[in-house]
């Protein structure tokens, strides 16, 4: 069997395992409050046959109907992107904003109340205590609110205040999948070291990933290995089991440095003021698999794979419960993951191998956040099984505020798409992930537990770790000279890419030549 621990789509065996078929958009009712919303098998063939014309799903882009439609299935929960009136084009400026500010503060209270007073009419009585009950993010300018009218919603689209509203949780249903948690990234398989010797190279106790030495990371290390700096990583967190990614953190060749664990994602809520995030711990494998590519340490005590910036700190934050980010608390961790690691000083560089097919306005918030707080941001383009990579790059790599990574295999005589990757004129880099013509030879990197005197390590491939290796790249190049700007960085990632200066509608730049970034 395949090994797609890294799996960024969890549609892929929607609708018998086959494209979706075209449906028109549905037509606006003209009567008010309409009785029968679209049915759920209707409505996840709308999205996904707008996912194939173009790309990503964005609920700005549908009627009334159809929002309310989706909402009948979701408790009615509503996440609104809001404003003062006379506002505009706040996303540059989105990490300077102060929600604490009056007219900010006025500018929810205008949302509510119009909502209010239409339900009132509707019901032709006083609203009760606490039925427009909300929560308003304290640092993001969204809010999330029950709206059962569709007078409301119509109403709400109509007022100033309002920048987006979207469904706060809308799962696309994925009948054909036997394990929901496999598909969505989770779950690993740990394999012999003894078996594979053909697919790394050992200096000391150190085990090369085969790659590396495709883009040249090997060979850099004589200049810079990632040392002062910070690298943040939002994903699945860290497993405890993983002892060189906790306790043994400092016992290889760079003792001097610190890994830290988070936790903003609440498995069990489902309103926003009683979220509890469970903690940093692990328990699907991904986040300890990326973190292991990022900046796992060099030369401990364990026989182990090595991260690419093993001189680097790492800030793992457990923003979600697999990879794909479609239910509202894996958008509210997720979003709180970015604001957390927006606002330390120390992280440059924030790594997100994660995404959705359907485009969320409250994560577009916290990127634009982090953002403007001048972190370097890399998303995964997508990866899926290879019946369905015809999704094009997924969001938030679709974004202009971050760099989207792909993988490819490692074909000497021409750029050629890995068997599970996304691929489009979106992408930015394309970096080496599988064997040529074996789909099973991927990267390699840590797994969630520790055997000794080995360390439990795995392969794994697709744009995920694509994504965690060119955030551990960027450490290396920036460690070099810690005074470059953020924008240096990329440039010299772009100069020391293979396609330089030309770039290619479906790979980016190509792949990074690390040591060249150094010169």
């Not at 797609?4 to 494209?19: M, R, W």
């Not at 609203?127 to 909300?134: E, H, I, K, P, V």
């Not at 640092?139 to 987006?164: C, D, G, H, I, W």
């Amino acid at each position: 069997m395949k090994r797609y621990a890294t799996l960024l789509i969890l549609v892929a065996c929607l609708l018998g395992c086959s494209k979706p078929v075209d449906i028109a958009t549905p037509t606006q009712l003209q009567s008010n409050n309409p009785s029968d919303p679209m049915t759920k098998e209707a409505l996840d063939q709308f999205i996904l046959g707008k996912v194939e014309e173009s790309g990503v799903f964005n609920w700005e882009t549908v009627d009334t109907y159809t929002l309310w439609s989706a909402l009948s299935h979701n408790e009615w929960v509503v996440t609104i992107g809001y404003q003062p009136a006379g506002e505009k084009d706040i996303n540059s400026r989105i990490h300077t904003l102060d929600m604490a500010d009056e007219q900010w503060v006025n500018a929810r209270k205008q949302i509510v109340n119009r909502v209010g007073e239409i339900v009132e009419a509707e019901q032709n009585e006083p609203l009760g205590a606490n039925t427009l009950r909300n929560y308003a993010d304290p640092t993001l300018p969204y809010l999330v609110m029950q709206v059962k009218s569709f007078n409301a919603l119509e109403a709400l689209r109509e007022m100033p205040e309002v920048r987006y509203l979207e469904v706060a949780d809308y799962v696309i249903d994925d009948p054909g999948a036997d394990n929901q948690r496999s598909s969505k990234g989770c779950g690993d398989n740990p394999v012999n070291l003894n078996s594979i010797t053909q697919d790394f190279t050992a200096i000391g106790n150190a085990i090369v990933p085969w790659n590396f030495y495709n883009m040249g990371i090997p060979q850099a290390w004589g200049q810079s290995n990632g040392d002062n700096i910070t690298v943040g990583l939002i994903d699945t967190g860290i497993s405890p089991g993983q002892i060189n990614l906790t306790t043994n953190f400092t016992g290889g060749l760079v003792p001097y440095r610190y890994v830290e664990r988070y936790g903003t994602f609440d498995p069990s809520f489902w309103w926003w003021w009683d979220y509890e995030p469970d903690g940093p711990n692990d328990d699907c494998s991904h986040g300890t698999s990326m973190a292991g590519f990022i900046a796992a340490p060099r030369n401990t005590s364990l026989r182990s794979t090595t991260g690419v910036a093993y001189g680097a700190n790492l800030i793992s934050v457990r923003g979600t419960n697999d990879v794909v980010i479609n239910e509202g608390n894996e958008k509210k961790g997720v979003s709180d993951a970015l604001v957390l690691l927006g606002n330390r000083s120390d992280v440059r560089i924030i790594s997100m191998s994660l995404g959705d097919v359907i485009s969320s306005g409250q994560v577009s918030d916290a990127i634009r956040y982090a953002y403007g707080r001048g972190k370097l941001i890399f998303t995964a383009a997508g990866t899926s099984l290879s019946f369905t990579n015809w999704y094009g790059v997924i969001f938030p790599a679709n974004m202009s505020e971050t760099v989207a990574v792909t993988g490819i295999t490692d074909n000497p005589s021409r750029l050629e798409e890995c068997e599970v990757c996304h691929y489009g004129s979106k992408v930015d880099f394309s970096l080496p992930m599988q064997r040529a013509g074996d789909g099973d030879r991927t990267s390699l990197t840590l797994s969630r537990q520790t055997d000794y005197p080995d360390n439990k390590i795995e392969y794994v491939g697709g744009s995920s770790c694509a994504t965690a290796t060119l955030a551990g790249i960027a450490a290396v190049v920036w460690s070099k000279d810690p005074y470059q700007s953020r924008s240096q960085v990329l440039d010299k990632l772009i100069r020391a890419s293979q396609l330089y200066p030309y770039r290619n509608s479906r790979f980016g730049w190509g792949s990074v030549n690390v040591a060249e970034a150094l010169q």
